[in-house]
């Protein structure tokens, strides 16, 4: 760190109090809608970050998934979820100190991470860099290919390593989302033609558009506009049970 | 820096290597077209269905045969820019892989035509798993292990809430998302520390940039190895990571829970093996912690086992046990304890899916999976019995049976690694028996007991779907034959040990002959 100006010092403060904070935010605040605004606060800190670790296209990634498309679901999330504010899920029966022994754990697991890390044999190359290997960052952005890495943002260098050395997982990330959309639709959708017929049979208890499509695609089928309020009291009492 | 042409030349990559893979992605994208293009399918459509994804995992099965007989893995080959390493463990892994994905398919059409309208994309989620169970199996770097256990593990949620309607399997898939969810944060924490360590994502490379740290007891590698283990363990469903397994294998639909306790387990095995024989070959620290996970989940397993009414639960604590007894092997990391773990792995693959075929069997017939309701089956489907039985015969480790020989070579491999071991082995050894109690009862209760009043209702021409019948007959049939003809598999098992010790940092493996 003892490469960075002044302004980049007062920027990295800057965003790692936002982000920290943001994230505080996220767990404290009573309303999920300002929580889920919070964590785009934090997204975008984080976003600030990868800039100043010369990382300008993980930054402009980090903004575009993250901070927008994450973001804007989880809002749609939480409007389609019931017309009731979602204030403290739990309500009055959570005990008063609940937050104690996850908090001491945490803290702990985090000290001693931070310990972990800035004990002195451990090597900061890969962090600091950016795909550097084994290279001490200081020497390493003074190399004229480095250089040129930083001066376009990496992506050439991203987009290079992507179709070469790791082709195959990017391709089977590919494979990956296509079985995740079809399990989406599998999971969401109200109704499939195959079951217009004779009506799904059951094996146990009946959601009857309970939980998983109430939540999720009530928006999407047709004629049936009022269903997000009736299925959000059904969801409750079903989730109350188990 | 970066040669472009290389980018043209897919041969020097040996892509050769992915034929089955590549068969069974190819599969896949048919079956899903045809369930696209057809939406309302009468049943013998569905049928046809089930026989091209059948037929795709056997091409793919016979696709890995014959690259394995082409061009005989002599040293361990690199593929795809050295993300996947060809071996015979890889080889081994995946055809465990590819038969577990065949058997849950043959298993899983009747069950599925009863239970719900929504059938031939369960075939398209089957194969898309076992696919990234496959390449993770045989990985080789650690973006490719993150990316092929996310697609095992988002198709695993998904399978496990395919029963959309029915609230458990709802219940199923939430609970193993929350879990594995956070597994996975976890998991790819710990992999971030690693790159971090040794500035690569390739397996060879952090091997030998690790041999630094051989000797040193770091406190990042200790993170490193906890949060591995965590979130390995939890793909394990090794205690105490189990708690989402009772409750998934309960709630998701039968052939998913078989479908998990096998290959999502056999894929979580290999990688942890992959991953601790050539990453952390020499870190002693991995024996303590697994040691721990393996007592812990032979005796939840185990006692938790007994109290159980219904039998996916039963054999869900049951898998939980199994995970405990072959987490010893890893314990002593001897080359024939691994070995002996690896023949556990197969007779295991066998086993455990002859007993979930049979209780998927048997809850097509009587819609009910609770064990008092198992009685008198003899006197109704004695074949169905005697199948079971040999399953679970199996599991108990009872001679004859493969069974007996995995427990034999496993518990004999840790006792004559050193003093120390003796006590893993009388745990595990007490353990075996009382899991006898709980195994046991069900064969007793199908064979002396009267007939339930379920079993009484099973009309005599209840039709048995033959797809099913022979997967169980075939997974009893290896069972048996894997019990008399132990030693050529033990063999192949010897040699995979034998090629990933060559995969070692040099360094380090030759230390390791020395202690050994």
Redesign the interface.
């Known amino acids: 760190m003892e490469n960075l100006t002044l302004l980049n010092q007062i920027s990295f403060w800057l965003f790692a109090i936002m982000m920290i904070g943001g994230a505080l935010g996220v767990v404290f605040h009573k309303s999920i809608v300002y929580s889920a605004l919070l964590l785009l606060v934090t997204f975008l800190s984080i976003a600030g970050l990868f800039v100043l670790l010369n990382a300008p296209f993980i930054a402009a990634a980090q903004i575009l998934v993250y901070g927008v498309g994450l973001t804007i679901v989880l809002i749609f999330g939480i409007m389609l979820t019931g017309d009731k504010p979602f204030v403290d899920p739990v309500g009055q029966e959570r005990p008063k100190r609940y937050w104690l022994i996850p908090g001491v754990i945490a803290f702990a697991f985090m000290g ?2 931070l ?3 800035l ?1 002195p ?7 600091n860099g950016l795909f ?3 290279v001490q960052p200081s020497i390493a952005e003074t190399l004229p ?1 480095v250089q040129a890495i930083i001066a376009d943002g990496g992506v050439t260098h991203i987009g ?1 390593l992507l ?7 990017f391709e ?2 590919s ?2 989302l ?3 959309m ?2 989406a639709i ?2 969401s959708k109200r109704q ?7 009506g ?9 558009g ?4 109430g939540k999720s695609c009530c928006s999407l089928n047709e004629g049936n506009g009022n269903l997000a309020s009736e299925n959000f009291d059904s969801e409750k009492e ?1 989730l109350g049970v ?1 | 820096m970066f040669d472009l042409s290389s980018l043209t030349v897919m041969s020097q990559q040996n892509l050769f290597y992915l034929l089955p893979e590549g068969i069974l992605t190819l599969g896949l994208l048919v079956v899903l077209c045809l369930t696209i293009f057809n939406p309302k399918k009468t049943s013998e459509e569905n049928y046809a269905l089930m026989q091209v994804s059948l037929i795709t995992v056997l091409l793919a099965l016979s696709a890995l045969a014959w690259t394995f007989l082409r061009v005989p893995v002599i040293t361990p080959q690199k593929a795809a820019y050295s993300s996947i390493t060809i071996d015979m463990f890889g080889y081994l892994m995946r055809m465990l892989i590819l038969l577990g994905a065949g058997v849950t398919i043959a298993i899983s059409h009747r069950f599925l035509e009863k239970n719900t309208r929504i059938v031939s994309d369960f075939y398209v989620l089957i194969m898309g798993a076992s696919l990234g169970g496959m390449l993770l199996a045989s990985s080789n770097d650690l973006i490719m292990v993150f990316v092929a256990l996310e697609t095992l593990s988002i198709t695993s949620y998904i399978l496990a809430g395919y029963f959309r309607r029915t609230i458990k399997s709802a219940e199923a898939s939430l609970k193993y998302l929350i879990y594995g969810g956070m597994g996975t944060a976890v998991f790819l924490f710990g992999l971030s520390l690693v790159y971090g360590l040794a500035g690569s994502t390739n397996f060879q490379d952090i091997g030998i940039a690790l041999v630094h740290y051989h000797g040193v007891v770091h406190p990042t590698l200790i993170v490193i190895m906890l949060m591995i283990v965590a979130a390995l363990g939890f793909k394990l469903s090794a205690a105490p990571f189990h708690m989402w397994a009772p409750d998934v294998y309960e709630g998701a639909p039968t052939p998913v829970s078989a479908f998990l306790s096998v290959v999502s387990k056999t894929a979580a095995f290999a990688i942890t093996i992959r991953m601790l024989l050539i990453l952390f070959s020499g870190f002693a620290e991995w024996a303590v912690i697994w040691g721990i996970l393996a007592v812990l989940s032979m005796i939840i397993g185990n006692f938790v086992a007994l109290k159980q009414h219904n039998a996916k639960r039963l054999l869900a604590y049951s898998t939980v046990a199994h995970a405990g007894y072959m987490l010893l092997g890893l314990v002593v990391g001897t080359s024939v304890s691994v070995s002996s773990l690896l023949f556990y792995l197969v007779t295991y693959l066998f086993m455990n899916l002859g007993a979930f075929a049979a209780v998927i069997a048997f809850s097509t017939l009587t819609q009910t999976d609770e064990i008092t309701a198992f009685s008198g089956l003899v006197q109704k489907r004695p074949w169905l019995t005697f199948g079971f039985s040999i399953c679970l015969l199996s599991l108990t480790g009872i001679p004859i049976t493969a069974g007996f020989f995995a427990k034999f070579f496993l518990f004999q491999s840790v006792a004559l690694a050193g003093p120390v071991y003796i006590w893993l082995v009388i745990i595990a050894l007490l353990n075996s028996t009382i899991s006898m109690a709980y195994y046991l009862n069900i064969i007793r209760l199908m064979v002396v007991k009267e007939p339930s009043a379920e079993v009484e209702a099973i009309s005599d021409s209840a039709p048995t779907s033959s797809a099913l019948s022979t997967a169980l007959s075939f997974c009893v049939f290896a069972t048996l034959l894997l019990g008399i003809f132990a030693s050529p598999f033990y063999q192949f098992t010897t040699l995979s040990v034998q090629q990933l010790a060559q995969q070692r940092p040099m360094v380090i493996s030759q230390a390791i002959f020395q202690k050994k």
């Open positions: 001693f991470l310990w972990s890390l004990s044999n451990y090597n900061f190359t890969a962090v550097l290997e084994r290919g290079l179709f070469s050395k790791y082709l195959l997982p089977l990330a494979v990956l296509l079985l995740a079809i399990g599998i999971l499939f033609p195959e079951e217009e017929a004779e799904e049979p059951h094996v146990s208890q009946d959601l009857d309970g939980a998983m499509e079903t188990h």
